[in-house]
């Protein structure tokens, strides 16, 4: 990787062009940048003080493919790649995207490549992006690598919007479920347990731990959600700094009853997307596996691409070394086993991606339409639960009389 000189932060005093006092902070690469940049602005600089290294730019994931998708637009229309990177710095607004672009800009009016200025920037264009705009300014295709780039990164996003949303209505709603039941345990079920502390008779055993969940609830109540609260950041945190406990929280979710299969699909849909495109543009079998360590989001799918790399750099096939990875479905080896015979891999993959998005939205699909009765069955069992309980000590109580 290129090295890439950090940019630095700079207050600034001056005037506008009606003489009025102005002052404001800005990050450029130095400072003759940073006044070229405010005399674009019509401010007259007074006053500039270097303030230090300004922290790394960060760019949102939508932002990039937006980014993308216009610079590919461009560069169709003819501009150069230079220019087409100046124009896009000047019209993006806000974030660190603009920051990433004029450094961008920067680095290819000195003659660095794109793709090595690309890898200058690894939170916001990863291995397989860069290896990708790399194939396409050898092969003088880069528009066209870059609109793939696009269209793959917003199937991506929309995937990750329909299963956000299929998720969010049954989490929601059990939230809900699990906030009234505890109001009730809270604020009716003690008004209960005074009226049967006046029948002087045993009580049936599902009102007995009801009152006791009551109890509970009203004294440790506050103390078990934040221990709750704590634990998770605690876990989330280590997970971040542990590969081992991220993929084994992976390999557990790949076994889920439900989510299982729709993750085991949205991985394999990454995965082959990524290496068909990368094997479509022309790179060898062996080195696009080096892009492909992060390609679909999921530890155990990752792991076995590098022990899948070794393997090949072993002599055995692809199809095999799938095969002995034991992540991959058969119904996706076979076909790469015949695409592998006759020559035809990249085509294979792509078709195997398409197959796999199709069963992804499928299985999205009959997920939220089976959240939503398992949703309603949950509610309905804590708050009939614990309506029955709450009455059945006072229809014994008629029975008797």
Known sequence: MMSHAPELRFAWRGMDSEGRPKQGKIIAADALSARSSLRREGVIVTGLDMLGAAPPPKAKTTEVTVFTRQLAGLLRAGLPLAGALELLAGSATGGGLPRIVRALARDITRGVPFSAALAAHPAAFGPLYCQLVSVGEVAGALPSVLARLADDRERAASQRTRLRAALTYPVMVLLLSLAITAGLLVGVVPTFKTIFDGFGAALPAPTRFVLALSDGVAHAGVPFVLACVCAAVVVSRWM????????????????????????????????SRALGTLLSAGTPLSDAFDSLTHATGNRVFDAATVNIAARLRNGERLAVAMCAAGCFPQDVVQPIAVAEESGALDAMLLDLATLADRQVDERIGAFASLCEPIVIA?????????????YLPIIQLGNVV
Request: no cysteine; proline share 4%; hydrophobic share 55%.
């Open 240 to 271: 971040k700094r542990s590969p081992d406990a991220r993929e084994t929280v992976d390999r557990a979710a790949l076994r889920l009853p439900l989510a299982g299969r729709l993750l085991r699909s949205l991985a394999v849909a990454r995965w």
């Open 378 to 390: 949950v509610l309905g069992a804590l708050v009939g639960g614990l309506a029955i309980a709450m």
